[in-house]
């Protein structure tokens, strides 16, 4: 019981300490890449700082909705992230939700997040949020339908038996064509969630193009290093999702302190690459149209029920 | 304790019967006081559900059924009731959303007081909920008809409120119109079982003295689905849904939406699980499935482009028939592949999505009714800012919308999940057709809640945030106390059932074991009570809520408080939202229409919308518009391809027939004498 507990606050910690490390390397590539040095290392963790202590600037047409999100979008996001194996693959609280609440868990922060967008009056908001609206729809099936996909193999929705299964190879007749294709299309929904190039542009504050930026606009000080730090955990819980379902080699399948300490180190790799390559991909790939973005994210849709399919035929 | 119950059952019962009795006759008499017979009428409602809501739950529990007869001097007709598990579960939810809307009834019946007569309307209001309780009871073929239609008559009468308005009249006739459209389909599937068993009984058509022909189980199966379905409102037979609703008054909306559609989806499990019986054809399972895919997906779709508040939680009650419909219909498919404990799961998904919706969709049509009562108009474009002004009325919204969105940990997330669940674990069934389909339908499952989430967020958004848009808005004061408790109750009911599952499985296992004889609850209630897990011996998934709630409730705290640790006391300041340089006026807000314009443009194969813009320039110059008129519709895609055909060719059907129809009294006459003479020459 103290020792579920002990690891559940670990990971908790791990994933706060390492999600801003990841927004930070992204920055990094992409600076390299536009033969710039870029800020140093610390900085995300410098910003969120500077942002805790500062001011919070808050809108008179706002109501309690507009104070409470952060919190709210904060906590859920965290709750999600405690679901999701990172250095060890049965996590304590496995039973407490499996990746379909996951979603959900996400969903009810994006949706909290839509409701702030409109609370302070200002079009900006409404625009933002009326665009994650369409965004998050097109989504969240493929994203249900991909892990489900790797499920299938597995036997289970619940992450932490996929993953430990899979990290033991146990009982496991490895698919590769469905499973190719399930996390194409789970990266493809990553780029979306998280609000990333070519769906969205986490750099921008243009207007006509900002979808998550738009939805933020009024926060400021406190509540925003919230929203900043909660949006880091959802990208590291995908890139989590992605290099621990599909490889998790190298995690931790007992409880052992030294075990554990190697699956850290081997998920910091496996995250980090992930992160170069998005980097590199923001650097490379322009921002789609808002109505090309369905198309995009359409193919996820279409690949992920292309798995489902090829996992029942190839299977016989 | 068994002595108990049936005691509690068989008292329970006269007590219902007899208090909405009353409720019914009683407030006439009080005729000179409205006020007086507000309180009476909604108080023996109030009783009444109190006593059903005994009822039920004795009911659940009880270990054998309880059948009560009187006989009557028509023939074919006995007064039979029978107290078994799934009828119980019904009483239960008719009784639970009937003492919360009769609660908010008396405050919001209120404004009525002046315009029309309280005892009519009381009393009709009682008969309608002793018709549905009456409903679900009936063990009679002919019984049942006959309360299924007082039901229907009186919520038209209802329905019909404010009949002083052509809309509402125009709403009632739809309705009245389709729903003996219904009636007709269901006294078909009765006198085929009467025709084969040679009762009305539901005893016989349970047990039929012969088997029933595959081809008449068939015809039995197709026309209760039509006649049930269009009570529940699936696509395409929903039309009136959206009409009848948003004009009737909004507690009788609320239990319309909220549980009259519900006594269709009891028809349906009666009739297929437990008339039919168990053996189906794997098609009828997929048809249920696949019709309720498609109502939850269009339905939500359909709510996404409503700016009428009560139109738009109408579609919003034929996405949720449908996601019922899911669960029941992949329970189906399961029990003809010889799977009972999915069959089991599968139902009782689908059973816990209908308590779930009944208490959410009463709590949303009872806000919605408190925001018409406020501002004394349905148009979301005209609210705004409201939380300021309602903060009771919006915290209990909140919590119906984020249960309706299936949001953890509410309730709605919970029977959406084993829906999920008991769609995914297709994979047990041999058919590849069926592997495939099923996780599809788990995917358009997934986009009906995603986008649910986005029709609540426009839904709380525009109505309650940000900036009043009108004076109406402006105006608005919170609703009367009486209301608030209505509200609040069926919002506790609403986290009551997402925080223990554990305690509402067992009650469900009841209900679904008597229809595929196996129980699944010690399966699926794991971890010491306190998580679901219906992998039912393979273990393939598991959800707690009460632990989700825990953890929400710890972390929103320490986030509080390390935010505090991290930046010290939180400094506010307080200024308007920056307006590009020029003041912020409600006219700048986004609008629902805008709010939805991405999501109308990215599917507009299904919305086939029609945009008209008149721009009016300058004389001056081109550039500049003086006036613009913008115009946008979306198709009515059933009414306009299957409904007025139809209609169409009635009518020149109608034409044809008035040829008979002179007017002169001399040939009415004359028709009679020939009919006459030719019956005496027949029986000659």
New interface residues.
Partial sequence: MIESVLITVVQMIVALLASPFIVGLIRKVKAHLQCRQGPGWLQPYYDL?KL??????????????FTATP??L???T??AV?LVPIFLSKVP?????????V???L??G??FL??A???????F???G???E??V???T???M??SI?AV??TA????LS?IVHKTALLQGIVTDPPPHLMALAALFIVTLAETGRVPVDNPATHLELTMIHEAMIL?YS??YL??IEWASALKLLLFLTLISNVFAPWGIATERTPVWMAFGVAVWLVKVSGLAVLIGLIESMFAKLR??RV?DFLGLA?ILS?LA??FF??LRG | MFFDLSWIVHWGLLTVVGLLGIGIFLPSVFYRNAHVQNFVAHGAAMAGSVAGIALGIAGLLAPTAATFSVSSNLPLLTFQIRVDPLSSFFVLIISLSGLAVSQFAVGYVREFEARYSIGTMGGLYNAFLLSMILVVLADNGFFFLIVWEIMSLVSYFLVVTEHEKAETRYAGFFYLIMTHVGTAFIIVAWLVFYQQAGSFSFEIFRHPPAPIPEGFRTLIFATALIGFGTKAGIIPLHVWLPYAHPAAPSHISALMSGVMIKTAIYGLVRVYFDFLGGAFPWWWGFLILTIGAVSALLGVMYALMEHDLKSLLAYHSVENIGIILMGIGAGMIFQSYGLPHLAALGLLAGLYHTINHAMFKGLLFMGAGSLVHATHTRDMEEYG?L??KMPWT?AFFLIGA?SI????PSNG?VSE?LT??SL?LS?QIPD?LL??IL??S???L??T???A??C???A???S????PRSAHAREAKEVPLTMRIGMGLLAGFCLALGFAPMVVVPLLDRVTAGFTGVTIAEKIV??GGF?L?P?LG???????TP??AV??AI??P???LA?AA???R??????????CGIN?K?R???TAT??????K??FDMIYRPTVKLETEMLEESRYFAKRMRFETHIEPVFQKYLYDPVVKVLQKLADRVRVIQSGSLHVYLAYIFVTLLVLLLWVR
């Fill in positions: 700082a805790f202590r500062k001011d919070v600037v808050v809108s008179t047409h706002t109501s309690w909705i919190y709210i904060f906590s859920s965290l709750t405690l609280l496995n039973f407490a939700g499996d990746i379909i609440t979603v959900y868990l969903a009810l994006t949706f839509m409701l967008g409109l609370d302070a009056g200002s079009a908001g409404g625009m949020s009326s665009r609206a369409i998050a729809s097109l969240e099936p493929a249900i339908l489900f499920g299938l036997g289970s929705t619940n038996t009024e000080g406190r290093a919230l808002l109505f369905t849709f029920l489902i399919i029942y035929i | 800012g939380i300021r919006a984020v969105s299936a949001l953890p997330f999940w999920f669940q995914f994979f590849l592997k495939i996780p599809i788990a995917a358009m997934a986009l809640g995603v986008l989430m986005a609540f967020a426009k709380f958004g525009i309650f945030l940000a900036m794991a971890g998580a897990a992998g393979i273990g393939f998934a598991s959800i707690s632990v989700l953890l929400l972390l929103i320490a986030a509080l935010s991290l930046g010290g939180l400094r506010k300041r307080y200024t308007k939202t920056w307006g912020l409600p700048m807000e986004y805008g709010f939805t314009q991405p999501i443009q990215v």
